[in-house]
Structures are given as C-alpha cells and as structure tokens.
C-alpha cells in the first residue's frame, strides 16, 4: 500500500539514522513510501502552538493540503509531529466554520485543505493495515533475550478523542510490537508517564526521568524501547546531562522501536545508527565474540 | 489589608470577569467555562505529581475568576504544563485542559508576556522552515546512511500564510 512519510524536523536532520531505520523496516514490511515534497515543520505542537493556534492551524493545513494533493493517507513517525497534523486534521475536517477560516488564509498560496486523508502514526499502520502477524513473518533474528522497557510517550495515544490508537491507560500496542521482534517487553511503575519535556521548570522533567530511569534499572531491563524523538532526546542526552549534575550514572540504554525492529529483521546495528546514541547501546546487537 | 485576609480566597483578588472574554476570544480558550471543578484532572497529572504549585483545577478556577496575573506572564505556572492531554482524558465536561492552557498561552505572546523560547522556536520555524538546524554534519551523516539530500524549505509559502510582526 502507498503512504506519504511525513519524517519533521527532528528525525530529517537531527536523527537521520531513525528516519533511515523506518524507511529499511516499512519497506521490509511492504509499505511504499511516496515521498512528498514541500513540506516544513508539522508545527511544533509545544511551542508554535503556544504562539498562535490558528497560525499553527494554518500551516500544519499547508502541510496536509500537499499530501492531499498526492492522496495517500500521512504516516507519521514522530510523536510531535502526529500531535499536530492529526489534531489539526481532525479539527478543520470536523469544524466547517474554521476550515473555512484556514482556507482563507491559506490562499495566498493557491492551497486548501479538502480533508480527505487521515493521519496515523507509523506503528498503527503495522497493526491496523498489515497485522501484527505479517510483521512477525519480516523477523529473521528474533530479539531473544532482550528486555525491553517500553516507554509510550504522550502524543501517541493522548488525546485519545484525536488519537484512536489505543486505549491510552492501557495500551498494548508497542508491548505487542516489540514481542514480533522477538524481545521481551517489559512494564515498570511509571511506564505510562511522560517525558516532561515541555515543562518550563527543569526540575520537574529531571524528577520524572530520574524516577523512570530507577524503575527500569529496578526491573532490570537491558533497554528502554519509545517511539518518539522527543522522548529519545530527554532520555538519551538527557540521561547523560543529569548523570553529570546528579552525580550518578544511569546505563540505560535507549532504542526507537524501528531500530529494534530493523536489527530484527537482519540490518546491521549500523544501518539503523544503534552506532550513533550517546548512551552506549549496540553492544546488545552484537553477538557475543566467539571464546 | 489586614482584614481583607480573612475574606474567601476570590473576594481578597477581587473577581474579573472581563478575563473570561479575553479567553473566550482566543481559540479553543471558551473550554473554561464548562469546567465545574470536579478535580477529576488532577490526581493523574504528571506536571501536579511532580511539582507542588501546579494544579489544573486550581488553573481553570482562576481563569474562571479571572486572576489574571496568576496565570498570564512570562513565569507563570501555566508554562509547566507537559502538555501531556491526561487532564482532557479525565474530564467528564470536555474542558480539555490543555488547550484552555494554550489558549492561555497564546494570549501571553498576544500581550507580549510570554518567555523567550516561544518565539525563539516559532522564529526559527519562519526562518528555516523546521525548528531544528540543517548542518553540513547532518547532511553528512543522510549521506552514509543512504538517504536523500535535505531538500530546501519553502519560507516564502510560510511568510505569505503568517503574520510576521
């Protein structure tokens, strides 16, 4: 089936390894990825949503009206991004009075959002479009042995009226696509907590990810397993730039799922960049030398 | 002033309800008024579990009150949220807490009372098109993996779409 990628700012230029780990798995999986040309950042859900919610509006609308134009439904693989562009989708496709405003200041630029397409993150288009058990079939070296801490983020699932994905206090979604690879998914305390990273006082992302930090520590997991660039940044750097100011050492290493799923289906840990984390992590790919 | 602390809480700030049509007029900012002050936001949320002042149903009342420079500023505890939208799973009135928090926050930038970063971020957008700077070392790094070249933003599409002040 065709989709439209829609990689944003942070997989593009910051973790080009993440984007080159999705597009090796989803072609494994059967996905054709058309790729779209034009776009710009989804926008910011944090940020420029904060500055203007109809100019965040109006160009996450651009946004869409380019994929529109090519018709395949968006898949996203950021969790920022799919905050945006699903909520601003759903909420010019639902209000007929504020599509009308966007489209209004959309002109300028000859576009016009039609709201024919959905947006949905890449990992419900493994279960929803293609089942779980044919993704199982593109494992070649099953994971085992590997615990992995799964870690969901906010905007997967939340808020779930936009969402749709997965029941957000109890999902299974990540748990049951990290088993197809073959690991072991692994549930702590504070596994469904947030990553906090849009808080203004520091204090309160530095307590959450110490307490998540220690959960999985308690539970021995030998990795943390997430799908959102912005979570990967607060627990991969940020772990390392707490460590310092805590004086401790956390060890954990941090994993996107189509990272996993890539050494899974037989790439190098190179080829998805498992080389390129701050917190040392391809050691758990390797196999062990031969003694 | 000392007798004035006797008084409940509301009648010492004195109500103002003229808030209530600043916030009305900004997107999604008219939520507040469902809110009837259940509570049911704020036993799960993660910036009230983590901190000792923030408090979505403390938020909401005061917006309702209109304790305005309780909550429009630079430093306000609004600027805590992690927008995690737990508070709109909760709400059994469709207040959904976060987007009144940004519609707050928008009427910050529209006074001019919001923290640097939000415009440091939105800025960037309208320059460069994404919020995250495009390096000789990033494209370097597209290469070895066999990825395409990163592809010049359209900044002029976003200009003629956007107010630029």
Known sequence: MKYTPFFGCMLTVKYPWFEAAVRK?????????????????????????????????????????????????????????????????????EDEALK?????????????FKGTINVRHAVTVLRDDYGLDHVAKTVTRPLEGLKVAVHYGCHLLKPSRVMRVDDPDRPTILDDLVRIAGAE?????????CCGRACMNDAIPNQMVTEILEAIKAKQADCMGLICPTCFDEFDLGQIVLGRKLKKTFDIPVVYYFQLLGVAQGFSPEEVGLNMHKVKVDHLFTPAPVR | ?????????????????????????????????YCYQCGACVADCPAGLYSKTFNPRLIMLKAILGFEDELIGPDTEIWNCTNCYTCSERC?????????????????????????????????????GITTKVTSLAERRRQELGLGPIKQYPVEDLKKITRRD
């Not at chain 2, 008084?7 to 103002?16: F, K, Q, S, V, Y």
């Not at chain 2, 207040?95 to 919001?114: H, Y």
């Open chain 1, 185 to 193: 998914p692994i549930r702590h305390d504070l596994t469904l907590l």
């Open chain 2, 1 to 33: 002033m000392s007798e004035k602390k006797n008084l409940p809480e509301p009648a010492r700030h004195g109500i103002n309800f003229a808030f209530r049509e600043k916030l009305d007029a900004m997107a999604e900012g008219f939520r507040h008024n």
């Open chain 2, 92 to 128: 059994p009135q469709d207040v959904r807490p976060v987007d009144v928090i940004i519609a707050m926050k928008n009427l910050c930038v529209k006074e001019g009372k919001a923290p640097d970063l939000v415009t440091t971020v939105s800025d960037t957008v309208f320059e460069a």
């Open chain 1, 100 to 112: 009308k405003e966007i489209n209004e200041r959309l002109k300028p630029i000859g576009r016009q």
């Open chain 1, 25 to 93: 798995t989803l072609g494994k999986v059967g996905l054709d990825l058309v790729d779209v040309d034009g776009f710009t950042c989804c926008p910011d859900p944090i940020y420029f949503q904060a500055r203007d919610k109809m100019e965040w509006y109006t160009v996450a609308a651009r946004n869409l009206s380019l994929a529109e134009d090519v018709g395949h439904d968006v898949i996203t693989t950021c969790s920022g991004c799919t905050a945006t562009l699903s909520e601003v989708n759903l909420a010019l496709k």
